[in-house]
């Protein structure tokens, strides 16, 4: 299995366009990998885990095709997270020729609120309406907490996130074969609930991606996103609860400028604590 980081950043991006903090300062001037795009990830040439703003541009600089991509797993509907111009441009009407039809996988709030954004951009229809998914050529899976589905070749279970007001947000386990990673991104602690669910759910991670959007000494308030210490104390609880393979690893994503250092500085004191820092354009290949 392999794993793609297309963005890595927050909703303003990092740095943050109109911000003359150190860190953003520092950003612009060292650039490399501490120019973050919006976060999003793809899984092999064919999974896309949200479909966000920046997808092209990112799919552009690290020379990759999003043509192949037949599943979006999406973990809501906020705007840095979701862009409905890649859902209408599969329409005939942009000329465009699409080579598979695109499974959307969301949550019933996460669907509905897509919906709702697609119909205001365009006059194509419902996105529930079958003349609509096929004009588009895609279709649509809602998917209930905890609840485990085949998706293509996938093992896919939505895991509620604890993302302030925005209901039915959720993150993804995603399995296939011997392999598997929890991305965690747009979430703050998880609940005992959702403990209780991954315990009974067994499966073991090779990678554990988790929002990291507030940096050294920012706790996960207000509570929709993790600090450094929240990666850290939550990485250290898939391990002691054995849901972390013993060659596993930790990545943290969705990165702002609160507390945040300078990417290399960043991720040496992010290796010191048992987790490691992504960047746009990572590329892990999980073996074994």
Known sequence: MQVTFLGTGAAPAMPS????????TNARRVGGKNLRRRSSII?????LVDIGPDIATASFAHGLSLACINVCLQTHAH????????????????????????????????????????????????????????????????????ETCMVGNYRVTGIPANH????????YSIEQENHAVFYGTDTSVLSEEVWEHLTLLGTRYDLLVLDHTYGIGFDSRPADHLGSGDVIAHGDRFRESGLLK????????????????????????????GYRVAFDGLRLVLEG
Request: with cysteine; proline share 3%; charged share 20%.
């Open 79 to 146: 705007e840095d997270h979701f862009d409905a111009e890649f859902i209408v441009s599969r329409h005939a009407e942009y000329g465009t020729e699409v080579s598979r039809d695109l499974l959307f996988v969301g949550s019933s709030e996460t669907l509905r609120a897509v919906d709702g954004i697609v119909g205001r951009r365009s006059s194509y229809g419902s996105i529930f309406d079958p003349n609509t998914q096929t004009a588009l050529k895609m279709n649509v899976l809602c998917v209930a907490p905890y």
């Open 246 to 273: 013993d060659n596993g690893i930790v990545y943290a994503t969705h990165i702002s400028h609160e507390g945040n250092l300078e990417h290399d500085e960043l991720d040496e004191y992010a290796g010191r604590h």
């Open 164 to 171: 302030g007001t925005a209901q039915g947000s959720l993150l």
């Open 43 to 47: 899984i092999n040439d064919d999974l």
């Open 17 to 24: 366009p109109f911000c003359a903090c150190y860190v953003c």
